[in-house]
């Protein structure tokens, strides 16, 4: 659960608390924060590739361990971690070009077209890929920059998280999620395209109802932050034109979007001709005051506030 309580046994007259699954966030984020000075170390190194592919399996998944091992034996069968219907390929494809599309136009917004033209793919704005052009290190890349952030990241956020979150209805888990989500990139500017991803991320997981169909939607997104990107602006420049740019990006979102809102709806026709169930498997906040004040209740834990500050140390760093 995502509020802190104390419980108290008769037998042993103990008290119990329960963390707040912010705890998982703040690790997260430190364990990052600590990466960008390792980072620096690695440059020039012959080590610096499985490096990064070290570092990034100990910020998410130590963490994410040591969560699961101690909310019980049965815990892991409660995160959806289950193989996707074939026939939801198309809504995970759908998905990972509404990411592209809406984050093309939502960088336009907040930074121009010169946000389109970055040549090299970041991790969390500290991890900086580097394609020398042989097959070797584009399947590292493909390894370090694009499968393994995508295992990791829905793991802990549309796997742990969405899950703790569900107890304030599945609204609270997608938001809350994706706004923790977001800013584990540590970048402000792009942080409405993170923002957009998560959700999308998390409508994808609930639709499919596999953290698996999140983690291929997130895969084919980072493949194309690391191969495609450059394309973008190569494309504007051989348009000439900003707004038949425009034109064609927002059509391809409104396809994807057509595409991946009717293959959510057919999902949920046939889990309920099947008579399956919601699958959220702790009790609703049933009240809307208690939801409404379940958000703030969460946002305030010590956790949750430290994160924040977290984040907002990383972003100081990088102006530096």
């Known amino acids: 659960m995502n509020i802190q309580k104390k419980s108290h046994d008769p037998k042993s007259d103990k008290k119990t608390v329960v963390l707040s699954p912010t705890v ?19 440059i020039n190194r012959d080590n610096e590739y499985l490096s990064v592919v070290i570092l990034q399996m100990m910020i998410f998944l130590i963490p994410a361990a040591v969560w699961c091992r101690f909310s019980g034996d049965r815990y892991m069968r409660s995160l959806r971690l289950r193989p996707f219907r074939a026939d939801a390929i198309l809504l995970i494809a759908a998905s990972a070009v509404l990411m592209i599309s809406g984050g ?4 336009m917004l907040v930074g121009g077209l010169d946000n389109l033209s970055a040549q090299n793919f970041t991790l969390y704005d500290t991890f900086v890929s580097k394609d020398d052009g042989s097959v070797p290190i584009k399947l590292y890349l493909i390894l370090a ?34 706004l923790f989500f977001g800013m584990l990139h540590f970048n402000l500017r792009n942080l409405p395209v993170y923002l957009f991803a998560g959700v999308i991320l998390s ?5 499919t109802r ?15 932050g690391l191969f495609g990107q450059p394309y973008v602006s ?5 348009t000439g034109s900003t707004a038949l740019f425009v034109f064609v990006v927002g059509f391809l979102f409104l396809l994807s979007a057509t595409v991946f809102c009717a293959q959510a709806a057919r999902l949920y026709r046939l889990y309920l001709y099947k ?12 009240k809307r005051e208690e939801r409404r004040a379940s958000y703030v209740e969460v946002l305030a834990k010590p956790t949750a506030i430290a994160s924040v500050a977290v984040y907002v140390i990383a972003l100081v760093i990088t102006l530096f």
């Open 203 to 207: 409508l994808t997981m609930y639709a």
């Open 234 to 238: 190569t494309f504007y420049r051989l």
């Open 104 to 107: 093309v136009l939502i960088s």
């Open 24 to 42: 998982v966030v703040l690790a997260t984020y430190v364990l990052l924060l600590l990466s960008k000075l390792v980072d620096v170390t690695l």
């Open 145 to 178: 920059y694009a499968a393994l952030p995508a295992v990791c990241e829905e793991f802990v956020y549309r796997g742990i998280l969405c899950r703790e979150y569900e107890r304030g209805g599945v609204l609270r888990a997608v938001l809350l999620s994706s």
């Open 210 to 224: 596999s953290v698996f169909g999140a983690m291929l939607a997130h895969f084919l997104y980072n493949l194309f």
């Open 275 to 286: 008579n399956h169930s919601a699958d959220y498997r702790l009790p609703l906040i049933k």
